[in-house]
């Protein structure tokens, strides 16, 4: 009896040691990207944050998420939505890996689908101030106070008040 729990315990080790690394999972769920099946890589990046939710592997999961959901092209997501879902895993990105690489870019990515793709002025404005508190001298910094300045208002109009401003200077 002993010799078969040793045996078995054996057995579970193995088997346990031959599931994906992070980086394998991470590089199959980029080739179902690009192979253009974004609900099968949606679901295996969600899969490497579930199980390794400490690994860099996860903040860049969680980042790609955002990507596809950004682009609109996940199958039977209407594009209102898909933004929706590109702001929530972008967030994630800053609020469970701020020290991540791309945790700056997340959360001025956010703000921008915010303002831009989903007329959300007052959150746009909260999330891009809470950008320049946090990074305020991360290279995006001056985009995300050339947005507070501009935000809500038409192309038309951001032209006009530029000339307004260079007429004044002159």
Known sequence: MKSYFVFFSLITLFLAGC???????????????????YSAAISSFENIAKEF??????????YEIAKIYQAGIVPGVDESA???????????????????????????????????????YNEATITYQKFLQTFPNNELADDAKVELDNMGLSPEEIIAKHQTQFTIKK
Do not use: C, H, W
């Open 53 to 62: 939710p400490t690994s860099d592997f996860a903040a860049k999961a969680f």
């Open 82 to 120: 898909s933004q929706e879902k590109a702001v929530e895993f972008y967030q994630k990105v800053f609020v469970n890996y701020p020290k991540f690489e791309s945790a700056p870019s997340a959360l001025f990515m956010s703000g921008f689908i915010q303002a831009n793709n989903l007329g959300k």
């Open 19 to 37: 599931g994906k690394s992070e980086k394998d999972q991470f590089e199959e769920a980029n080739r179902l990207v690009q192979e253009k099946k």
